[in-house]
């Protein structure tokens, strides 16, 4: 007996009408809304953002939702891996990511050269950074700007 099937021009249409529809992220996310953020979740966060374990400290850092003075005194954290989270993390104030941008382990640098919000002077000191693994990282965001922007410009061509 052979496994292949064989589906019938018949079978092939009702499986194609019954196909679901493609959604967007931004249906996807309304059909599963995210809780809302509490003042007990918040006081879970300043709670651990004070941990023994640093694993704990980068789940705070990596969060949306901490408050401001949480997230300057994480920036500050002993730990690579904290100060790591925190400047990957979108929320993160850009004068927060001014400081990162300094920091010692080029790790928290190159992060910070990958976040999307970070500031374009910030970009500009990266792009001199004596790591080079940071300038690479600076060159390779830039180049994808590069490339957004002619693929946009590509794509008003041909509609036009």
């Not at 959604?23 to 004070?50: D, M, W």
């Not at 990596?62 to 002993?78: G, I, M, T, W």
């Not at 910070?112 to 000191?125: I, K, T, W």
Request: with cysteine.
């Amino acid at each position: 007996m052979s496994c292949i099937r064989f589906n019938t021009p018949a079978q092939r249409k009702q499986l194609a009408a019954m196909a679901p529809a493609m959604v967007t992220a931004a249906e996807v996310a309304a059909r599963h809304p995210a809780p809302p953020v509490t003042a007990s979740k918040v006081a879970r966060l300043r709670l651990l953002a004070r941990h023994e374990n640093p694993k704990i400290r980068e789940s705070v850092a990596s969060s949306y939702h901490a408050p401001a003075d949480v997230v300057a005194a994480l920036a500050k954290d002993p730990e690579v891996g904290v100060r790591a989270w925190l400047a990957r993390n979108e929320t993160t104030p850009c004068d927060i990511l001014r400081d990162l941008a300094h920091d010692e382990d080029e790790t928290v640098r190159g992060w910070v050269a990958l976040n999307f919000f970070v500031p374009a002077d910030v970009m500009d000191e990266l792009s001199d950074d004596p790591s080079p693994i940071v300038r690479g990282l600076v060159a390779w965001k830039a180049g994808l700007a590069e490339e957004s922007v002619q693929d946009s410009a590509t794509h008003q061509l041909v509609e036009a």
